[in-house]
């Protein structure tokens, strides 16, 4: 009996210590991700202001932080497989882990778009788009960052974690909205200009909001992990 006490007591410390080093680690993959989506904000301005050069320099960075962050949950679903005998929620904690991935690429690819948009002869984009790809990047920057809250506050602050995963639903639906209108006026201001520019504005868009989608799953993960302890 007192063997199977000893026994239980060393999965539970060893399955704690493996949940902190994964919680740690996803906080530094969050942050650069939130680095990542204001590096492509600054993207979206310097084209809005026909900075080619500076749209390349920042796109450079863009994919640097992408291929950061793949690194980085490489190694952490290495560290996941080797721990998961003694992780009851590996699983969980594996599916953040890609949808972040995700998110990463398709920032990096919307950040692509910018890119061949200044590349190319296309004419500056009109102001009520440009506002509005902007709105949806600020607000895809703000689930990113209570994304970051939520694993800081896993298993520990419940009341505060189940109010960021509500302001992030909130967000989300928020960038519905604006990709609802902004698919709109794309078709609407490019269909009989340039079709080029039309579908790379579409997928720019298309991008940001699989990418805030991707952002409202993991908040759900993470609110899964939280009322599973």
């Known amino acids: 009996m007192a063997e199977e006490i000893i026994r239980f007591r060393s999965i539970g410390e060893e399955e704690s210590i493996a949940e902190s080093h994964i919680r740690e680690q996803l906080r530094n993959i969050a942050r650069k991700l939130e680095e990542e989506v204001r ?22 960075r863009v994919r640097n932080m992408k291929d950061s962050i793949e690194t980085d949950s490489v190694s952490l679903m290495e560290y ?14 594996a599916n953040i882990v890609q949808d972040v991935v995700r998110v990463a690429e398709h920032t990096e690819a919307a950040a692509y778009r910018s890119l061949l948009l200044s590349r190319g002869e296309f004419e500056r984009m009109p102001d ?7 709105e949806t990047l600020r607000k895809i920057l703000n689930m990113v960052g209570i994304v970051g809250s939520m694993v800081e506050k896993l298993g520990s602050q419940e009341r505060l974690l189940r109010e960021y995963y509500i ?21 609407k201001y490019y269909s009989n200009r340039d079709i080029g520019a039309l579908i790379l504005v579409k997928e720019l868009f298309d991008k940001l909001e699989d990418a805030a989608d991707m952002l409202k799953r993991v908040g759900t993960y993470i609110r899964y992990a939280s009322i599973s302890r």
């Open 39 to 60: 590096e492509l904000l600054f993207v979206v301005r310097d084209l809005d202001e026909g900075k080619v050069v500076a749209v390349e320099k920042r796109y450079g």
């Open 80 to 93: 996941l497989i080797k721990t998961s005998p003694a992780l009851t929620l590996k699983d969980v904690y």
């Open 128 to 134: 009520n788009i440009y506002v509005v790809l902007d």
């Open 167 to 187: 302001e992030l639903l909130k967000l989300e639906n928020s960038v519905d909205e604006f990709y609802r209108e902004a698919g709109i006026q794309v078709i």
